[in-house]
């Protein structure tokens, strides 16, 4: 099945635009609601886990979209070691547990995008969104989500944010008002770029989530 994609460019500060040069936000949103996925996404999360072998886990930092990210996450003071990568977390739960285990559709459609291309993937409940997306600094005080019982950001930190509040870290925590839940009904699929990740390397992690989201049955690539 191949879905025609609208892709949003979200904002990023200007004060993130001159300090860290490619990175962005892009995202669409697509109708889908969380359940088990179906036989066609297991399948390929299977061949997915036969093409990812040890020795290629054991040597992705070398790689040069897994190389972009960890450079990022040393610009912004985190450990990429300590901290792992989007792709080398999902590599290194392969390894743990013998292969990529499904955990429903959207969890699963992340998973694929980000194996496939490297690329740092999210999904958000499209109708908490208020306006557009995009990434920032945390404000003085600020909390995750805006509400008071919300995770306390420490000054400097970098969040996705939408017209109101921030809706999750960069990398890490999403606010619970803007988790992808049971009564989801429609997702926005979200890439974070950094320097050094293509353009057609996004477009094609956002493809692959929402091929996965609408048809359930991904295309297998060499």
Not at 166 to 194: K, M, S, Y
Request: hydrophobic share 35%.
């Amino acid at each position: 099945m191949t879905v025609e994609l609208s892709i949003s460019e979200g904002r990023v500060a200007s004060a993130l635009r001159e300090e860290f040069p490619g990175l962005g936000i892009r995202y669409t949103v697509v109708e889908a609601q969380p359940r088990r996925s179906p036989s066609g996404v297991r399948e390929h999360l299977r061949y997915l886990s036969n093409r990812f072998y040890g020795h290629r886990a054991l040597n992705l930092r070398r790689e040069p979209i897994a190389s972009a990210y960890r450079v990022f996450y040393r610009h912004i003071g985190l450990d990429p070691d300590e901290f792992r990568t989007p792709i080398e977390a999902a590599s290194l739960e392969r390894l743990r547990a013998g292969g990529f285990k499904s955990h429903g559709l959207v969890d699963d459609a992340l998973t694929i995008g980000t194996i496939e291309t490297g690329v740092a993937m999210r999904a958000l409940d499209a109708d908490r969104i208020s306006g557009r997306l995009g990434l920032r600094i945390a404000e003085p005080e600020e909390r995750l989500g805006g509400e008071k019982q919300g995770l306390k950001l420490p000054d400097g930190t970098l969040v996705i944010a939408d017209d109101q509040v921030a809706v999750g870290l960069i990398f890490g925590d999403t606010a619970p008002t803007h988790e992808v839940t049971r009564g989801t009904q429609r997702v926005a699929v979200c890439a974070i770029q950094v320097q050094g990740v293509p353009d057609i390397s996004v477009e094609e992690a956002i493809w692959n989530c929402v091929n996965v989201l609408k048809g359930g049955t991904p295309q297998q690539t060499s």
